[in-house]
């Protein structure tokens, strides 16, 4: 499996961001995805998924804010980040849960992308 992310940068706080997710090498379709992020010196952290079926869950800390979809023609997820606090400044990952699998079982991580909020 081969997940890309892109989309990030600098943003001041309150602004908004569109990240992206481009996946290949799985069964996109059948798959739950998840976007997960790490700042600096703290572990990566779950943001958001979205079943196959397009069932959405978020982290507390994002939900209102972020929303996160699905592209089954294309093999991508976005995710779109409003209201951005400093808070939110970390690398962000995607990846792919298995089949029946749990959102403790995600894989694939790549690069992912590098978000920075200004305050």
């Known amino acids: 499996v081969q997940l890309q992310a892109s989309g990030g940068g600098l943003v001041q706080a309150g602004g908004s961001l569109r990240l992206s997710c481009a996946a290949s090498?799985?069964?996109?379709?059948?798959?739950?995805m998840g976007w997960f992020r790490q700042a600096p010196g703290k572990e990566r952290e779950f943001v958001a998924d979205?079943?196959?079926?397009?069932?959405?869950y978020y982290a507390d800390s994002v939900k209102g804010r972020f929303t996160i979809s699905r592209d089954n023609a294309k093999n991508t997820v976005p995710l779109q980040m409003n209201d951005l606090k400093a808070e939110d400044t970390a690398v962000y990952y995607c990846a792919v849960r298995p089949w029946r699998g749990t959102r403790n079982q995600y894989y694939g991580w790549g690069q992912g992308t590098l978000v920075t909020v200004s305050s």
């Open positions: 090498g799985v069964d996109f379709s059948t798959r739950a």
């Open positions: 979205i079943t196959s079926t397009g069932n959405t």
